[in-house]
């Protein structure tokens, strides 16, 4: 069992040293690959625009920032120095581009896509929130709509047509001598009252399922309409 543990402990440290390996290799590539974009773009004679240039490296400096990426996880001299080298180079590259009138009006432009998209994502947001608190005015009405069929309405609906087929059957006195003597098996013993009872709370059971079955699916549907709309609104 030792030996098992032991040999599952190595394996788990295998994988970490792999994955570690994993991680440096794709930041030399990383690092490697901005090497290269920061040279195309500090020609003079690049074929690519100095907005598209300008948006590319601070694509670069984005995923620097938003990844963590910075010399604490980067091994090696040579590496950190490349690293520290090519951070340097992409800002002072982009600042340099910013004084170009074409650059300045591709910042404008998309400084003013970014606040015409937040508008229409908070107007979305907005009206999905108005929907939901429909959803959920309309989800109270149909739960304040659905009926519960107690047993004993159940057991006075049978006693009233057991009432009812007496009535029509039976004189009066008859009626009567059937009661008395239904009443008496009632007092005196125990099974049949409690079979009848716990049919009875089956038919309520069941009389409540079906005059709420439109209404449980209506609810059923603006639940899940519900739920899409909030992970909508959380994205």
Avoid at 15 to 25: A, D, H, R
Avoid at 28 to 52: G, W
């Amino acid at each position: 069992m030792a030996c098992g543990q032991q040999q599952d402990e190595a394996l788990s440290i295998q994988q970490e040293l792999l994955k570690q390996e994993q991680i440096q290799s794709h930041l030399e590539e990383f690092v490697f690959q901005a090497e290269k974009l920061v040279v195309e773009c500090s020609k003079n004679d690049t074929d690519i625009p100095p907005s598209s240039r300008y948006f590319v490296l601070m694509g670069v400096l984005g995923k620097i920032r938003s990844e963590g990426i910075g010399t604490p996880i980067i091994r090696g001299r040579e590496n950190k120095s490349a690293f520290e080298k090519v951070v340097k180079k992409t800002q002072a590259l982009t600042q340099q581009l910013e004084s170009d009138p074409e650059v300045q009006e591709a910042i404008e432009w998309a400084e003013s896509e970014r606040k015409r998209i937040e508008s229409e994502r908070q107007k979305a947001g907005q009206e999905r929130q108005r929907t939901i608190k429909k959803l959920r005015q309309k989800l109270a009405a149909l739960q304040g709509e659905l009926v519960s069929i107690k047993t004993m309405d159940v057991v006075r609906e049978r006693w009233g047509k057991i009432d009812a087929l007496l009535g029509a059957k039976l004189a009066p006195w008859q009626k009567t001598a059937v009661q008395i003597a239904g009443g008496t098996v009632f007092l005196f013993t125990f099974y049949p009252p409690l079979g009848m009872l716990i049919w009875c709370w089956f038919q309520a059971k069941k009389q409540t399922e079906v005059q709420n079955r439109d209404r449980v699916a209506q609810i059923s549907k603006i639940n899940s309409r519900i739920a899409s709309l909030i992970e909508g609104d959380d994205e």
